[in-house]
């Protein structure tokens, strides 16, 4: 008789029986996974966008046509003083070669300009006047810049994080909504216990803490689930992603926001089942 006594004194609205633990452990874990891989869409787009930005540094090329000595001297002094240029460097014509291959086989004999890349100081400024002053100095230099385009795909990448972060919002208010629903829930199944402990002077705090509790816990077990079914998932993606993030799958994941995922599921259920609670009991006659 001790042990049913010390669960009732620990449980005495009986909550274990009235908010089912594996219903909600499975609806919070199918939450909790769809929060996971809007977290890793958020973060792996974060990275590209980074990455992209990087690369509109050395997004803009100059070609000298006739790459003699003098003139690539010329063209990287031009550049060298211009304010806008961080740095330029001549690429190895070796290298030049390597990357036409795939496209013009053998490059021997072919009159190759010479290139020069440049990484922008800011990234405002204007090729086409870097581009002039490198022509006054050497007839013939074209300047090329790709900025539009990376322009476009960290604009991809800024609305790929807020898809993530509205996806995110609306888990939450779903897994708000599940947990208020197993609350009533509870509440239906527990109501004459619930009744009598307020009438015995149970303030509606001590009994909304009671429930929030309980859904909490359950809510971080079911967001722990979730988020563990969800990693090796995402180190896959990752690792499909890896040419493009430049990292390994498990360098690239969001380790901190997947851990904060259960406390996150915690959080949400617990102000819930607050919410919930007060609500049914100020409706109490």
Known sequence: MAEPRRRLARDPLGLRRAMADRLLIGLVAAMALLAALALAGRSGADQLAE????????????????????????????????????HAQVVDPARMAELLRPWLGGVEGLP?????????????ADAALIGDRVAAEVPGAVTEAHGVWVAHLAALA???QGLALAVLALVAAVAAAVVGVAVRAGLSARRDAVLVLHGL?????????RFARRAAHLAAVGAAVGTMLAVPALAGLTTLAG???????????????????????AIVAWVATQATVRRWLRRLP
């Not at 990455?51 to 550049?79: H, I, K, N």
């Not at 190759?112 to 405002?124: C, F, K, W």
């Open 51 to 86: 990455r992209w930005r990087e690369g509109a540094q050395a997004a803009v090329t100059v070609q000298v046509p006739q790459p003699t000595a003098d003139r690539m001297d010329r063209a990287l002094a031009a550049l060298r003083d211009l304010p806008e240029v961080a």
């Open 112 to 124: 190759l300009p010479g290139v020069i890349e440049l990484r922008l100081a800011n990234l405002s």
């Open 158 to 160: 800024r609305a790929v």
């Open 201 to 209: 002077g149970a303030t509606d705090a001590d009994v909304a803490g």
């Open 243 to 265: 040419p493009l993030a430049g990292e390994a799958s498990w360098q690239a994941l969001p380790w901190l926001d997947l851990a904060l995922l259960p406390v996150a599921a």
